[in-house]
């Protein structure tokens, strides 16, 4: 009776002293936070640039999700992978970050539904339409996968789901699920900022008017102030920007221009350069068929070979190209439109290594060139896009013939693949004037004349219309970057031009997440159809097994204690 009494007191005083360290944790797991992630890719794991934003935070941050509801499984995922990297934002922004999953589908009034889905087609949030298996068969839903994020009387859309074309459904989820922690951090940062940056389009040598870069200069003043500069020889004239813009000129930089771009460069600016080096007549290609293309004089090829890069005085030809609309018709029959493959406007594929081209559509190059990477110590040299396998490329002058539409290319012709079409550029740059002005000039303090360049980076594209929109010639109304009006297709370009001009000018380092790769871990379909019964019963009656083995086994055990 005595030993039944002790064992009772110490069963009773084990459990009570448990309870107590439990309660102890949990109080002191009030105060102290971490999270243990053991995923071998860390994907639970905010980068240090992200936990530094929301430490910057000093108001709630409201998020309004819409992807709630009965959807396929892919998008349950992107649903519930939204809401752990919500909850750990919240975790490191001391409780400032506030959410809610809204299924925009609710009202069974189609009037009031639709005025809802253009509300949030609006305010920048883009459709998709999945296919739900149902009882009777299959049905299409409306999903708007993204999200409104609000911040002291500002908001911006999040689109959580991204589209490329030719990838898998798999792989979009995949990507998207990869993307959230940058696209959120980035959404915070663009709401948090309190002074924008400044950026210019540079003007003054033919290059891109107001109209023909009007989508993208409205995308970018969401992040920056943008203006339109012509230097004219100015000393001045850059001071006070991060960053320049030079989209297409065709006509010659003088020397004091280009005086003046290297040395804003000398003293840490950053530029994005997208030129064509060859003459494209659009018009002569429309009215005679043809066109011969011939070299543009810029006068910047010293600048760009000091730097590191030539381009090429050539045209990349692709097989992977966008198509152009042709009418087939006999003369005298009514229009018949059709699309056809044009070599001459290649698909360039990102290169995804890269946190600027990572998880990107393809992006639509017209007349573009070659660029070749020259040996210089200390610049660090990354290709952002390239064309495909199947490439060639014609040296100065081109024959640009809409006679190159008529069957299908001769694959055995293209035997030039992977072409460069935009480099990064990073390091620290020589001038191009070293050693080449007078001591005057060189020594003189308003000028500040400096022969190598702080820590910097550059982007060359060697493409001036990767960053043009089309205008509707009618109305004169711009359409969206990338946005192919005759095929209906929406290129990468828009999203690859905005993320060159934010790593150039990202001081926080948040698009060093987008290098982050989260690994797809797919089940084997081939194997869930031939070994599905298999899979069933062993998930089912194992388990079942195992618990009437260790009831069994208890029982045992028991009776034999209490027989002796």
């Not at 013939?401 to 008529?406: K, M, P, V």
Request: proline letters at 4%; hydrophobic letters at 40%; a positive charge.
């Amino acid at each position: 009776m005595n030993s039944i009494n002790k064992n009772k007191k110490r069963d009773l005083a084990s459990l009570g002293l448990t309870i107590i360290i439990f309660i102890l944790l949990n109080f002191v797991g009030s105060f102290v936070f971490h999270r243990f992630d053991l995923t071998s890719e860390k994907r639970y794991t905010l980068s240090d640039a992200t936990k530094k934003l929301l430490g910057t935070l000093n108001d709630v941050v409201y998020v309004k999700v819409y992807l709630e509801g009965e959807f396929p499984a892919g998008f349950k995922r992107l649903r519930n992978e939204t809401k752990e990297m919500l909850d750990e934002f919240r975790n490191y922004s001391n409780e400032n970050i506030e959410y809610e999953f809204i299924n925009p589908s609710t009202n069974p009034d189609k009037k009031q539904q639709n005025e809802v889905y253009n509300q949030l087609y609006n305010k920048g949030l883009l459709p998709t339409n999945v296919e739900v298996k149902e009882e009777n068969g299959t049905s299409q839903q409306i999903l708007f996968p993204g999200a409104i994020v609000s911040y002291k009387g500002r908001e911006v859309p999040w689109q959580l789901l991204k589209t490329q074309i030719g990838q898998s459904s798999e792989g979009q989820l995949n990507n998207s699920v990869q993307s959230l922690e940058y696209e959120f951090a980035s959404c915070i940062r663009n709401l948090s900022i309190v002074m924008k940056p400044e950026i210019a389009f540079i003007e003054g040598h033919g290059e891109l008017d107001t109209l023909a870069v009007k989508d993208i200069s409205e995308a970018l003043s969401e992040f920056y102030i943008v203006k339109r500069i012509k230097i004219d020889e100015q000393l001045k004239s850059l001071d006070g920007l991060k960053a320049i813009i030079i989209a297409k000129p065709d006509t010659t930089f003088s020397e004091r221009d280009k005086f003046i771009i290297d040395q804003f460069v000398m003293k840490g600016g950053k530029l994005l350069l997208a030129i064509d080096p060859l003459n494209t007549c659009i018009d002569s290609l429309k009215k005679l068929r043809q066109t011969i293309a011939i070299p543009y004089e810029l006068n910047l090829e010293d600048l760009l070979f000091i730097y590191g890069v030539r381009i090429n005085p050539n045209m990349v030809l692709d097989i992977q190209a966008a198509g152009i609309p042709i009418n087939k018709a006999m003369r005298g029959e009514r229009p018949r439109i059709q699309m056809m493959p044009w070599i001459f406007t290649p698909l360039a594929s990102p290169v995804s290594i890269n946190p600027i081209s990572k998880n990107l559509d393809v992006v639509k190059v017209e007349y573009g060139a070659s660029i070749d990477t020259i040996s210089n110590k200390g610049i660090h040299k990354s290709i952002l896009l390239q064309s495909s396998k199947f490439t060639k490329t014609l040296t100065s002058p081109v024959r640009v013939d809409l006679n190159y539409l008529g069957g299908h290319p001769d694959e055995s012709k293209f035997t030039n693949p992977f072409q460069t079409i935009a480099v990064l550029l990073e390091g620290e740059f020589t001038s191009l004037y070293k050693n080449r002005i007078p001591p005057k000039i060189a020594n003189d303090s308003a000028i500040g004349f400096k022969d190598r360049s702080v820590k910097t980076n550059m982007i060359i594209i060697s493409d001036g219309d990767i960053i043009k929109n089309d205008i509707i010639p009618a109305t004169r109304k711009p359409l969206e970057l990338g946005f192919d009006k005759y095929a209906n297709q929406m290129y990468g370009n828009k999203n690859f031009i905005l993320n060159c001009v934010n790593f150039l000018c990202d001081d926080s380092g948040l698009m060093s997440v987008r290098s982050r790769k989260l690994t797809l871990r797919l089940l084997d379909k081939k194997k869930i159809n031939t070994e599905k019964l298999k899979w069933q019963l062993i998930n089912t009656l194992i388990p079942i097994f195992v618990i009437i083995l260790f009831g069994l086994i208890q029982n045992f055990k028991r009776k034999k204690k209490y027989a002796q």
